[in-house]
């Protein structure tokens, strides 16, 4: 261990130990380093090839597994998103919400019959929780007086695809969309743990007024250039 690289170079050639370069044949392959007076540096080559000076945060950010980056991220997040809500979306983006479809798997509960806590008609899922239920797409129907969809948003999926290739843009019109639309499966979500959890429940017209004096209020503390586009939205939130 206090062997130095110095004591492995003798007339300009390795002398490494026998015992090194059977075990090791790539040793001998290496070419003889030109030793010099200077004090050493540590370098770390990153992912694509980059040398720079040694860091932690460099290493980590090398040998971190990095994810797909995936369409829908700035449907998601974005700057003036609510983060709690952002959390909710990206979990059902990944369909990581514990659903009952989900528990159902994971606890092997087949015994158990779990219904949707708004129709109580069917198990509740992703899907049907967040749209397909009557419950929810009534939700649904009075937030699209306020959001900027052209049609009937389908499905989570197809709405969230629909919005990703603008959702880059700054506009009044996507900023609100995109909060109303986190708030809107946050709220459906906390609804449908209040049926389940705490036998309190709210009904459309209650949840509708939450989501949309949540969204309201977040857009009070909102910055935008006077535009018509702005007035318009102002007036139809009544923000003076
Ligand atoms: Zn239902």
């Given at each position: 261990m206090q062997s130095k690289v110095?004591?492995?170079?003798?007339?300009?050639?390795?002398?490494?130990?026998?015992?090194w370069t059977q075990k090791y044949p790539l040793l001998s392959c290496l070419s003889v380093l030109n030793l010099n007076e200077e004090q050493d540096q540590i370098y770390w080559r990153s992912y694509d090839g980059?040398?720079?000076?040694?860091?932690?945060n460099?290493?980590?950010h090398s040998i971190h597994p990095r994810g797909?980056?995936?369409?829908?991220?700035?449907v998601v997040w974005f700057s003036q998103?609510?983060?709690?809500?952002a959390f909710i979306m990206w979990l059902l983006m990944g369909e990581r919400i514990k659903t009952q479809d989900k528990l159902k798997a994971w606890e092997k509960r087949d015994h158990v019959i779990l219904l949707c806590p708004f129709c109580r008609?069917?198990?509740d899922s992703h899907n049907h929780l967040f749209f397909e239920c009557n419950f929810s797409s009534q939700v649904w129907h009075k937030i699209l007086s306020l959001c900027y969809f052209s049609s009937d948003p389908g499905g989570w999926k197809q709405t969230v695809a629909s919005m990703a290739p603008l959702a880059h843009r700054k506009s009044v019109r996507m900023v609100v969309t995109k909060l109303l639309l986190a708030a809107t499966v946050y709220y459906l979500w906390q609804e449908r743990n209040a049926r389940c959890?705490?036998?309190?429940?709210?009904?459309?017209?209650?949840l509708y007024e939450v989501i949309y004096a949540t969204v309201r209020l977040k857009i009070m503390s909102l910055k935008f250039k006077d535009s018509d586009q702005v007035r318009n939205m102002?007036?139809?939130?009544?923000?003076p």
């Open positions: 110095r004591d492995l170079i003798s007339n300009e050639q390795w002398s490494w130990p026998a015992h980059v040398l720079s000076m040694f860091s932690v460099l290493a980590w797909m980056k995936v369409g829908w991220f700035r998103c609510i983060p709690r809500h008609n069917q198990e959890f705490k036998q309190e429940s709210r009904s459309i017209g209650k102002k007036a139809l939130w009544r923000i």
